[in-house]
Nanobody
């Protein structure tokens, strides 16, 4: 009923910037917490940043001061502005929403723990 679609990944040199976008599609009524996770080869997936519906944010220590998460509730979209990129930021980045309320016919329903398909970010040294 709902899905998350990421865009904006790519190849960038160390010190460069990228902006990731993640748009939720479907008859969205509201989205609770949205976040970005990443998974590097051979490593576990980790939370990079998340933003609540009220705008409060949380970042993993390794990206504080370099990455900024934001959201546009009218567009059901979350962004991740990444600056001063390092080779260790190389990973597949996944968008996540913990709870989406959507319209289904005459009713509203909830979908939980929704993931996007991922977008690759490669930072060259």
């Amino acid at each position: 009923q709902v899905q998350l679609v990421e865009s904006g990944g790519g190849l960038v040199q160390a010190g460069g910037s990228l902006r990731l976008s993640c748009a939720a599609s479907g008859s969205i009524f509201s989205i609770n917490v949205m976040g970005w996770h990443r998974q590097a080869p051979g490593k576990q997936r980790e939370l990079v940043a998340r933003i609540s519906s009220d705008g409060s944010t949380k970042y993993v220590d390794s990206v504080k001061g370099r990455f900024t998460i934001s959201r546009d509730n009218a567009k059901n979209t979350v962004y991740l502005q990444m600056s001063s990129l390092k080779p260790e930021d190389t990973a597949d980045y996944y968008c996540h929403a913990d709870r989406i309320r959507y319209i289904s016919g005459s009713y509203s329903s909830y979908e939980y723990d929704i993931w996007g398909q991922g977008t690759q970010v490669t930072v060259s040294s």
